[in-house]
C-alpha cells in the first residue's frame, strides 16, 4: 500500500516529469552533435577511375578529398593498360563523404607465367590439346614428322624452339605441335 501511495505522490511525478525532460533533451543534443559531426547530407560524387593509371587517381581522389587502398591484382585484360584500374568500390556515381576508401583492383603488367606440365610427349593429340587449351595456351601449328605412333606428340615448340616439361611461358601464348605422322 505504501508503494502505490509513492508512486502516486507529488515528489514522485516531479521527478518522473524531470526525468522525462532531461530525456529528451539529451537525444535531442545527441541527434544535433551527431549532424554536426558526422558532415550529415554532404557527400561526394565518386569518380570513374577505369582505365587510369595510379597517378592519375591519386590526384584525382586527393582533389576530392578522399583515399584509396589497392586490392590484389586480377587476371590480366588487354584491353585495359597495364598498372590501371579494372574495378573499384564503391562504384563510380555512387556518394559517399570526404576521406572515404575506394578499394581499387589493378590489372597486372601481363599474363601469368604457366607451367607447361610433364608426361605430354607420346600422349595422342586429343589428350594434349585439351590440356594446353585449360591452361590457357593456344595451338598454332600441327607438324607432322615421320614416326610409328600416328597422331602422339613427339614435342611441343613455341617461336622455333622446343619446350620441356616445367618450361613457363605467358598464359595465351602459341604452342605449335609436332606429332608422328604413322608413316615408319
Given amino acids: 500500500m505504501k508503494f502505490f501511495k509513492f508512486i502516486f505522490s507529488k515528489a514522485f511525478l516531479l521527478q518522473l516529469i524531470i526525468a522525462a525532460v532531461l530525456l529528451v533533451v539529451l ?38 578529398n578522399l583515399r584509396r587502398e589497392v586490392l590484389d ?61 585449360a591452361l590457357g595456351f593456344k595451338i598454332g601449328e600441327v607438324i607432322e614428322r615421320p614416326d610409328i605412333a600416328k597422331g602422339a606428340i613427339l614435342e611441343l615448340r613455341h ?4 619446350l620441356e616439361a616445367g618450361d613457363k611461358l605467358p598464359k595465351t601464348s602459341t604452342i605449335d605441335l609436332v606429332v608422328g605422322d604413322g608413316s615408319l
Fill in 27 to 64: 537525444v535531442f543534443g545527441a541527434l544535433k552533435y551527431l549532424d554536426i559531426t558526422t558532415n550529415h547530407n554532404e557527400t561526394i560524387v565518386v569518380p570513374d577511375l577505369s582505365k587510369f593509371e595510379l597517378d592519375i587517381v591519386d590526384k584525382k581522389l586527393e582533389e576530392m
Fill in 73 to 133: 591484382s586480377a587476371n590480366f585484360n588487354p584491353s585495359y593498360p597495364p598498372y590501371s584500374v579494372l574495378d573499384q568500390v564503391p562504384e563510380p556515381g555512387k556518394l559517399v563523404k570526404e576521406n572515404r576508401k575506394i578499394y581499387l583492383t589493378l590489372n597486372p603488367s601481363g599474363y601469368i607465367d604457366v607451367e607447361i606440365p610433364e608426361n605430354l610427349e607420346r600422349k595422342t593429340r586429343r589428350q594434349v590439346e585439351p590440356t594446353l587449351i
Fill in 159 to 162: 617461336k622455333g624452339e622446343t
